[in-house]
């Protein structure tokens, strides 16, 4: 799956990071858990921020440019930019309504495009929040678990119209998927775009992760999938996982029909009071100037999955592990190490790392844990040999 790549190429800076340095961090990723504590549980990345986005936020704090957010024209335009060059996708940038960040996005279209007690289907397993969020908007959660095929974890599309048929009104896809990081082909979307038509359901695009898919995979928009797609379908991005820049609080929905732009007219006036406009100036930057910084990332990211099947294969063969298609998180299947607790909580009083707790990913998750491989070599692993130590072994 992954092409490969001499590593002279993997630029070397991103492994300059230190644990010292890091603590100083104030984000909930540091703060979370005592000092020994190696946190590895939350979607986000260690690296240095990217030279162009650091560049842009020092520039608007020099002018104190900390007011409100407001639509922004340049953020629509280098996003319409950036999705064409990345994914041949081209969106009309009269089409991105700014919203504080994907959830949000999600949960608030619902609100408007829902009844109550609608279903939402969902592939679990997947990001905890979907669940948390459809029931927040006051949604019923339909699941159409992924299955395990030949090649990792694949859509049962059988079961997606099933429930289809049963009458969900609406389809939150993650693509590329959390936590299990696969980048759906254009066929299955394509099949999917065909069901979604037939039993009138809403496609929720969740992409946040598109402009991580790795080396051998191409991420497909849904709504580069044609009118019939972009007549039901909303979409979900943001730089906020590609730069790593999710406390700025800025993400995009993005609609390809008046059908869809009728529905995101409806959304609170409001929300873009919630946006952050340090946001809008990084994300901005990050479309616009951020891509040779992004392109970097990802050989790193690419050497990370590889990495960690080599550090597993050493120290925790039992251990299943999928290099993801996109994204720096691993899920792993813990399973057969026959642990006396959940894994991350066994994890986290022995090992002293901090992984994300499968259960939350829903039922099929347990015996698993998620863990996010954005970090230098070094710190992987130190992740994985605190892990093995901690394992028991036989006497
Ligand atoms: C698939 C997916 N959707 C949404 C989010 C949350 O994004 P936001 O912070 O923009 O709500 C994440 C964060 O990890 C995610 O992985």
């Known amino acids: 799956m992954a092409q490969t790549r001499p590593a002279a190429a993997v630029p070397t800076s991103f492994d300059d990071l230190s644990i010292d340095e890091l603590r100083r961090r104030s984000s909930d990723k540091w703060r979370k858990y005592?000092?020994?504590?190696?946190?590895?549980?939350?979607?986000?990345m260690d690296f240095a921020l990217a030279p162009p986005v650091a560049a842009a936020l020092r520039q608007a704090v020099g002018r104190s440019d900390t007011g409100y957010a407001s639509p922004s024209d340049d953020l629509s335009r280098a996003l319409a930019t950036f999705a064409a060059q990345r994914f041949q996708w081209q969106l009309d940038p009269a089409g991105v309504v700014l919203i504080p960040d994907v959830?949000?996005?999600?949960?608030?279209?619902?609100?408007v495009a829902t009844a109550p007690d609608d279903g939402?289907?969902?592939?679990?397993?997947?990001?905890?929040?979907?669940?948390?969020?459809?029931?927040?908007?006051?949604?019923?959660?339909?699941?159409?678990?992924?299955?395990?095929?030949?090649?990792?974890?694949?859509?049962?599309?059988?079961?997606?119209e099933r429930a289809f048929q049963d009458g969900a009104r609406v389809y939150l896809f993650c693509n590329p998927h959390n936590p299990t990081g696969r980048v759906f082909r254009r066929a299955e979307m394509e099949r999917i775009a065909e069901l979604a038509a037939t039993y009138?359901?809403?496609v929720l695009s969740d992409e946040i992760h598109a402009p991580l898919a790795l080396p051998g995979a191409q991420h497909?928009?849904?709504?580069?999938?044609?009118?019939?797609?972009?007549?039901?379908?909303?979409?979900?991005?943001?730089?906020?996982?590609?730069?790593?820049i999710p406390g700025l609080k800025c993400a995009q929905a993005v609609v390809g029909s008046d059908r869809m732009r009728a529905v995101v007219q409806r959304l609170p006036e409001e929300l873009i009071a919630r946006v952050g406009n340090l946001g809008v100036i990084a994300s901005t930057a990050a479309y616009r100037d951020g891509v040779t910084w992004l392109d970097d990332?990802?050989?790193?990211?690419?050497?990370?999955?590889?990495?960690?099947?080599?550090?597993?294969?050493?120290?925790?063969?039992?251990?299943?592990?999928?290099?993801?298609?996109?994204?720096?998180?691993?899920?792993?299947?813990?399973?057969?190490?026959?642990?006396?607790?959940?894994p991350?909580?066994?994890?986290?009083?022995?090992?002293?790392?901090?992984?994300?707790?499968?259960?939350?990913?829903?039922?099929?998750?347990?015996?698993?844990?998620?863990?996010?491989?954005?970090?230098s070599a070094g710190i992987l692993r130190e992740i994985v040999e605190r892990m093995s130590a901690a394992v028991p072994r036989p006497a």
């Not at 669940?131 to 006051?138: C, F, L, P, S």
């Not at 050493?314 to 607790?341: F, H, K, M, S």
Request: aromatic share 8%.
């Open 34 to 44: 005592p000092a020994d504590v190696l946190p590895a549980f939350v979607a986000e």
């Open 103 to 111: 959830m949000v996005g999600i949960t608030e279209v619902l609100r």
């Open 120 to 160: 939402v289907v969902i592939n679990p397993p997947v990001y905890p929040p979907f669940y948390t969020h459809i029931a927040e908007a006051g949604c019923r959660v339909v699941e159409a678990p992924l299955v395990n095929g030949s090649d990792g974890y694949e859509l049962d599309l059988a079961a997606l």
């Open 200 to 202: 009138d359901v809403l």
């Open 220 to 244: 497909v928009p849904f709504l580069s999938l044609g009118r019939r797609a972009a007549d039901r379908t909303i979409a979900f991005v943001s730089a906020t996982k590609g730069w790593n």
């Open 297 to 342: 990332l990802l050989l790193v990211l690419d050497r990370n999955r590889r990495l960690m099947g080599e550090l597993l294969m050493e120290q925790l063969p039992a251990i299943r592990y999928q290099p993801p298609q996109g994204t720096y998180l691993a899920w792993l299947d813990c399973r057969v190490l026959n642990l006396p607790r959940e």
């Open 344 to 375: 991350v909580e066994f994890f986290l009083e022995h090992g002293r790392v901090a992984l994300g707790p499968g259960p939350k990913f829903g039922s099929s998750g347990a015996g698993f844990v998620r863990m996010t491989m954005g970090t």
